[in-house]
Structure formats: C-alpha cells, structure tokens
C-alpha cells in the first residue's frame, strides 16, 4: 500500500470508527498506526533503560486512547493529535517506575566540548562555524553531531517536564499546556488545547513551524528543517524564542 492510498485508507477508517465505533474498526486503525508508536517509542528508548519493545507496547495505549477521542471533522492530523498521547503514556509510564530522562554521557560530553570549539571556530574563522565543521573538530560524522544536539534540545527544550512560566505557587511545564492522555475530562483538555492554540498562532510563523515539527509532530530537528526551510541549528534557535514566548503567553492573568 502506498503512503497516500494508506493516508486515504486511514482517514476513512478513522471516520467509520467516528460514526460506529467497534473493536474490529479500532484494531485496524491500530495496524495502520503502529509505525507512530515505534517511531516514538525509538526516539525516547535511547534516554532511558527501559526496553525499546516495553516502550512500544505502553505506546499502543496511547495510540488506542487516541483513536477513541479523534474527531475527524475538527480538521485536525492524525499523526498531530495521535503523537502527544503516544508520548504522554510512555512518559506517564517511565515517571510511575521512576526513570529520569538522560542523554548518554558520551553525547553530554561531545555537546559541551562541541559549545567550546564553537566558541574557538568562530574567533579563528571569523565566522559561525558551518555544523560540519563542529563535527569534524570532534572528530565524529555529522549525522552524530546531530544526534547529540537534537538530544540536548528534546530535555531541554521539548520536554514536558520543562518549566516555561511560573504562578503563583507553582512552576508551569511546557507538558501542562497540553492535554493529559489520562484525563477524563473532556472539557478540560479542549479547553487547554485551545490556550495552547491560541497562544501559538500568536508566534512568528517559523517559530510556530519549528514548534509544531519537532514538538507535535516528534520530527527529527533536521527533518524539520528540510520542512521549513532553514538550517537545523536556526530551528534551535527557533525553538528557544518559542518556548520563551509560549511562556509568556501561557502566564495566567492576574485576576
């Protein structure tokens, strides 16, 4: 099956169960969804000891709990509204067991000693150094480079856990602007999805798109920025002035 006629097969899947929801409907929506769950579960196997196949199948949870509370006729992705519950339920599930998200320390060191040659590249080149030439002073390829930076970026700036704003009494993470996957509440997660919503499209437009790519849609930082158009280190940048606005714009009103 090809990528679109699958895209098609999914969206009419995901309308039948909308209408008639039944057990066989929602198996073959989980069939045809499955490469978001390893896609996810992958990506957060390497900062953590917990099994890349424990990871996907607490990953299917949140896939199912997706399926069952998609509205097609909200206009929204699939994949878009499908990867925050997927990833949620991972993470619900590596805090409950008491993991704590890492970067492998070979990746802390590389990022740290890769700052400093930044630091030493540009003073002796007179420019921003090229993301190749970082690599090559560290003497590893420029997919690891990536690999190290792109890790950085997903604790620091990507995490749920991420404190962009703070109350009255408490500090705000960027993970309670979003919906929870165990909430019950619908009201509720409708509601902080339209605060969320609304604060974005107050954001420079590659800003939002780095946002949405590396965020929401859990893209590599260098696919991202193939998406939109930029080099992977200005979605970086991107990616702070967002998380810095977002923590404005998310602050709550005095009353």
């Known amino acids: 099956m090809t ?3 699958s895209t098609i097969r999914n969206i009419e899947l995901l309308s039948a169960y909308s209408r008639n929801p039944s057990l066989k409907l929602r198996n073959k929506l989980v069939e045809l969804n499955a490469g978001l769950v390893r896609q996810v579960a992958h990506r957060l196997s390497k900062q953590c000891t917990e099994s890349y196949e424990d990871l996907v199948q607490i990953g299917f949870i949140g896939l199912i709990r997706a399926i069952e509370r998609f509205n097609p006729q909200q206009g929204c992705a699939f994949s878009s509204f499908a990867i925050p519950y997927i990833r949620g339920e991972i993470l619900h599930y590596l805090r409950d067991k008491g993991h704590i998200m890492r970067i492998p320390r070979r990746w802390q060191e590389l990022y740290a000693k890769g700052k400093t040659l930044r630091k030493e590249l540009t003073l002796s080149l007179g420019r921003s150094p090229r993301e190749s030439e970082v690599a090559k002073a ?5 997919q690891e480079w990536h690999e190290c930076q792109l890790a950085q970026q997903n604790r620091l700036l990507v995490s749920l856990d991420a ?34 919503q609304r604060a974005m499209n107050q954001l420079e437009d590659k800003t939002k798109a780095a946002i949405e790519c590396v965020f929401l849609r859990d893209l590599p930082r260098k696919e991202a920025a193939k998406q939109i158009g930029i080099s992977p280190m200005t979605v970086t940048r991107h990616l702070q002035k967002g998380i810095d606005r977002l923590g404005v714009l998310l602050q709550p009103q005095a009353a």
């Not at 560290?138 to 420029?142: F, P, R, T, V």
Request: charged residues 20%; aromatic residues 2%; hydrophobic residues 35%.
């Open 138 to 142: 560290l003497g590893i390829s420029l």
């Open 163 to 196: 404190t962009i704003g703070q109350s009255a009494d408490s500090q705000i993470t960027f993970g309670d602007t979003l919906p929870d996957p165990r909430c019950q509440a619908e009201a509720a997660i409708a509601e902080e999805r339209l605060q969320l």
């Open 3 to 5: 990528t679109q006629s």
